[in-house]
């Protein structure tokens, strides 16, 4: 994806992770990197992600996403428990740059306390991080 | 450039930096210089207090080997190209060395049957340690199993770093000279991160490496998902997730001249294999430097530590080396990496392709076949000599370990007096108990059998003098 965006639907934590809350069932969400993360990456070469079942933490690490250059955690935004993982990426790992909010999805999980959505940030607020 | 950043003199930059209390602010006491002649003498005169294997008939080995070095291998260590680069990070002028790199680290896949290797690592011993870091990053548990058959330089050097990672380390004892089967099942439990021994051992004695990895995974804990988010962290009970190596990780210390003979760890359910590199194309050397090997199996490829190099196309679509998967290397990864590997054995990694090369298929397997008999000769024969057992009754490959009815120490001092080194004082260099009385022969292909039978003279009457001498005393 060439051009920054930043999807007005999520939310973002300033470790430049987003969480999508599912339109049915606020306690399923589904996780991934910003734009800003994986232009600052670079070209995504391996991401392995973790076993359906593990137990996340807000503000954690749980995941790596290696570039050419780095290899980078990926921050929990939100506490619970994968419920499914994206076993494309492991052959296509560029999918995180192309398309970080679509196809590029990294894991679903079972939100544990959803109120923590409150002290993520909206698009705006995410943006202006990134600008100080 | 001193104008540049402000500053008056060069004298002033310490004087601004350097605290008054810590400056000697005098001149070094050191003796004035020697010409080029008598700094010569006097290193001469130095080296000739050394008995070196040139010197004396030597049957010293306990991890380091005598073996013939080929004229090649200099030749070739000694171009400069080889000689005076460091690292070669930069692919675009380090196309010859990478590609060395990428043919030794094949050539190192083909004698451990296993996929992967590095570009070499340091030694033997922190090889060992490594794989056991490696073991942690895959696993997170904290409990390593080691044979007492390892040599004891890699136990000592596995227990430093285990204490630095905050792993504890097991040791199984040796039963009749191998590793006791029943300790080690009994010792692998769910918190068992590695179990690691040494193929042969340090007593000269070829394990079952099948039946020590089957007992290994046959314990309780079951596959590690590969990744586990770089935290270490373990995986959920019976969580499914994609495959990665069973647990405990299996790792095998070996000696690589033995794998044209031996059958290969990769076929034997080890995971990943390392071992002391000197007796490939290296000398003694006092000591070193040399290299250590490292392979494994390909899930625990982004865990390795040490330099890879890689092929690839340069954007011609001509065929190039890189190092490659540089993501795991302290310079990229910091506190996060897999090993704090910074310097370079490539030279002497050089010399260890070089020689496998001039040795070639064929010969690394009749090099095994000769060591296999002149040892069991050697054996035999020192066996026979009054005050002299076998240690133990395995089969041995290129060193075998001897009990001395007399003071090791004592006895080696008889046999330098005519010229000859029998081999390693076990206690002197192990410091464990059991090992008094215990000597460690060596066979390589310099060792023939008139020096052989030499040895069983000068050693049979060094040992009936002692007997004597403590007789009388």
Redo the contacts between chains.
């Keep these: 994806m060439a051009q920054d965006s930043y999807p007005a639907d999520l939310l973002y934590h300033p470790e430049h992770d987003w969480a999508r809350i599912d339109a049915d069932d606020p306690a399923l969400a589904t996780l991934g990197i910003t734009w800003y993360a994986q232009d600052a990456l670079g070209e995504v070469v391996?991401f392995?992600?973790?076993?359906?079942?593990?137990?996340l933490a807000k503000d954690?690490?749980?995941?790596?996403v290696?570039?050419?250059?780095?290899?980078s955690?990926?921050v929990a935004p939100l506490s619970g428990e994968i419920v499914a993982?994206n076993e494309s990426l492991?052959d296509n790992p560029g999918t995180i740059n192309e398309d970080p909010y679509g196809e590029g999805w990294l894991v679903k999980v079972r939100l544990s306390d959803p109120a923590e959505r409150d002290v993520l940030l909206d698009a705006a607020a995410y943006r202006a991080t990134l600008a100080a | 450039m001193l104008a540049a950043i402000g500053v008056g003199s060069l004298a002033e930059i310490f004087e601004r930096q350097i605290p008054e209390s810590v400056r000697l602010g005098r001149e070094l006491d050191l003796p004035t210089g020697l010409g080029e002649q008598d700094v010569y003498e006097h290193l001469r005169s130095l080296a000739a207090r050394n008995t070196s294997t040139e010197d004396e008939l030597s049957f010293l080995g306990a991890g380091m080997y005598d073996h013939y070095v080929p004229a090649l291998i200099d030749m070739l260590m000694e171009r400069s190209e080889f000689l005076t680069p460091y690292t070669p990070y930069q692919p675009e002028i380090s196309q010859g060395g990478l590609q060395v790199m990428f043919e030794y680290q094949t050539a190192i896949c083909e004698l451990t049957g296993l996929p992967v290797s590095n570009a070499s690592v340091y030694e033997g011993p922190s090889a060992v340690a490594a794989a056991a870091y490696l073991a942690k990053l895959h696993n997170g548990a904290r409990r390593i199993v080691a044979s007492a058959g390892l040599h004891p330089h890699s136990l000592q050097t596995l227990r430093t770093n285990a204490h630095g990672f905050g792993m504890e380390v097991v040791e199984v004892p040796l039963r009749e000279g191998v590793t006791d089967a029943d300790a080690w099942a009994a010792a692998i439990d769910d918190n068992t991160s590695a179990s690691i021994f040494a193929q042969p051992n340090f007593y000269g004695a070829i394990e079952d490496a099948d039946a020590l990895s089957a007992a290994a995974k046959a314990s309780t804990w079951g596959p590690s998902?590969?990744?586990?988010?770089?935290?270490g962290?373990r995986?959920?009970v019976g969580?499914?997730?994609?495959v990665g190596g069973a647990n405990p990780v299996v790792i095998a210390q070996v000696d690589p001249i033995t794998l044209g003979i031996l059958r290969p760890p990769g076929e034997c359910g080890v995971d990943v294999a390392v071992g002391e590199g000197q007796s490939l194309g290296n000398r003694l050397d006092f000591g070193g430097p040399s290299f250590g090997l490292f392979a494994a199996r390909e899930e625990y490829l982004?865990r390795m530590p040490g330099r890879i190099a890689g092929e690839t196309v340069d954007v011609d679509g001509r065929r190039g080396f890189v190092l490659t998967l540089q993501?795991?290397e302290q310079h990229?990864?910091r506190e996060?990496a897999t090993s704090n590997i910074c310097t370079s054995q490539a030279l002497n990694a050089l010399a260890g392709v070089v020689y496998l090369s001039w040795l070639g298929r064929r010969g690394i397997v009749e090099l095994g076949e000769l060591l296999l008999a002149r040892t069991h000769y050697a054996r035999e024969r020192l066996a026979a000599l009054a005050g002299v057992e076998k240690l133990h009754e395995q089969p041995v490959i290129r060193e075998f370990a001897l009990h001395l009815d007399a003071d090791v120490a004592a006895v080696k001092r008889r046999c330098a007096s005519q010229g000859v080194n029998p081999g390693v004082d076990v206690h002197a260099l192990s410091g464990r108990e059991d090992d008094r009385g215990v000597l460690l022969v060596a066979i390589t292909e310099r060792r023939t059998r008139a020096h052989i039978d030499r040895l069983a003279d000068v050693l049979g009457a060094a040992i009936a003098a002692e007997r004597g001498a403590a007789v009388a005393a």
Excluded at chain 1, 60 to 64: C, F, I, Q, V
């Design positions: 391996f392995d992600p973790p076993p359906v079942g593990t137990v954690s690490p749980y995941a790596e290696e570039s050419v250059k780095a290899v955690d990926v993982v492991t | 998902p590969i990744g586990n988010g770089g935290s962290a995986p959920p969580g499914a997730g994609p982004r993501t795991r990229i990864r996060k």
